[in-house]
């Protein structure tokens, strides 16, 4: 193993300056919250929600579906937590679905399809299995797709979106030991060398890498040195992570998500070509940010599907309906039905997830009422 690379002293006001010059800038259109600071409650902004064209609603419409059939039979979210990883079958799966390029054009083998319908899967696919919903994630939110599709070359787009969209799992790697939150002291090295500086050579250690582990391409932010010809500065990279010097050190185990693929990379002498330099020498840690502020729409679409999940279990626990509302159109329902009809529903098991473990007794008792029809498997955000 190679000494850490030693960090950068950084005053506190480096540290502001850098984090502050790479902000985003150019907001082209108007934020309902920043108004809201400013006194201003502009409903109009998000209401009514704009709807999607048919055609774009209709792909995404069919993907779910398939992606639903798929969460429901094929995917067993306690034995990736049991065994702490996806099984290879899962991912084999998932690839041929079309999940790796979701969000990917369909000029380069994705599936094109818009925000919306790329959240509502990450939280149908994320409460099947909030491992999934990860590796998913980090692969189409922050790994190498979401930078290249907002800062790529159109080389670069033609040499590594198909792969991203149908075969290749990508992670993005800024965060280093003891550098999360102040990237200014970012260690991680890429020295211009060769003829003409055609390649970089990058030294450096990753930390808390998601998809790390088993990724075939990696985004990696590192320092290059100002010299004559280069601005230097924090500059992104699309890296093979089958490149030489290329060590995943350590899988990082957590007390959930077990099936995390998160962990810690080595680059030693690691020769990356300048052609998979993303954007200008400099400009790695806004592309950085910019790409993280994309990428973690995903985060609370995924936490939406948990909660709707967690809220349905409870529910089907309780036996219980919400408020008057419902309760009021359950016994309607109910009274449709034949008596002998009037026992709990089968459990529904959108997903393999744990159903033997939910109650399955039938006697008349509260825990046993006919289900609210909202009990029933979750209605993913419309
Ligand atoms: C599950 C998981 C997955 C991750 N995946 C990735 C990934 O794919 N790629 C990647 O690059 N990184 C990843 N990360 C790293 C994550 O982005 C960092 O954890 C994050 O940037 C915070 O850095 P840190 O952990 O070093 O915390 P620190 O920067 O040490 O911060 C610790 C605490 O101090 C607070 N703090 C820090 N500085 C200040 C300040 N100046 N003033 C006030 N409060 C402050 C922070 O808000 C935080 O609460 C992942 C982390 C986790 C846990």
Not at 11 to 20: D, I
Not at 223 to 251: L, M, Q, W, Y
Request: include cysteine.
């Amino acid at each position: 193993m190679t000494a850490p690379t030693p960090k950068p002293s950084v005053s506190e006001r480096e540290a502001r300056q850098v984090a502050e010059a790479a902000r985003e800038q150019d907001w082209r259109k108007p934020s309902f919250a920043k108004e809201l600071f400013l006194g201003r409650f502009r409903l109009d902004l998000i209401h009514p929600h704009p709807m999607p064209p048919p055609e774009d609603a209709l792909r995404g419409e069919e993907f779910l579906a398939k992606l639903r059939a798929f969460c429901e039979t094929k995917i067993d979210s306690a034995r990736i937590e049991r065994e702490a990883r996806i099984p290879d079958e899962t991912i084999k799966g998932l690839k041929e679905l079309g999940a790796l390029g979701m969000k990917i054009d369909t000029k380069y083998g994705g599936l094109g399809l818009t925000q919306v319908y790329y959240n509502k899967a990450l939280a149908l696919v994320g409460s099947a299995s909030p491992a999934i919903g990860a590796l998913l994630s980090a692969h189409q939110s922050i790994g190498v797709p979401q930078p290249l599709k907002i800062f790529g070359t159109q080389e670069q787009k033609d040499a590594f979106l198909p792969r991203c969209a149908t075969t290749d799992i990508t992670a993005f790697l800024l965060t280093e030991p003891d550098v999360g939150s102040d990237p200014a002291r970012l260690a991680t090295t890429a020295v211009p060398d060769g003829d003409g500086g055609d390649h970089y050579v990058l030294d450096g250690v990753k930390l808390w890498t998601t998809n790390g582990v088993v990724a075939d391409l990696l985004v990696v932010m590192a320092r290059v040195p100002k010299s004559e010809g280069h601005k230097g500065g924090i500059t992104a990279f699309v890296v093979e992570a089958d490149s030489e010097g290329v060590t995943v050190e350590n899988r990082n185990a957590f007390m959930g998500l077990r099936g995390l693929e998160n962990g810690v990379t080595r680059f030693h002498q690691v020769r990356v070509p300048a052609a998979n330099r993303i954007g200008p020498e400099g400009a790695g840690l806004k592309i950085a940010l910019t790409t993280l502020n994309t990428g973690r729409l995903s985060l609370p679409a995924m936490c939406v599907g948990a909660g709707k999940w967690c809220l349905k279990i409870a529910r089907e626990w309780s036996g219980a309906v919400s408020s008057g509302v419902s309760r009021s159109r359950t016994t309607r329902r109910s009274a449709r039905r034949s008596p002998s009809s009037r026992r709990p529903r089968s459990r529904s098991k959108p997903y393999s997830t744990s159903p033997r473990r939910w109650p399955t007794r039938t006697a008349t008792t509260s825990a046993s009422r006919p289900h609210s029809p909202s009990c029933t498997a979750p209605r993913w955000p419309g």
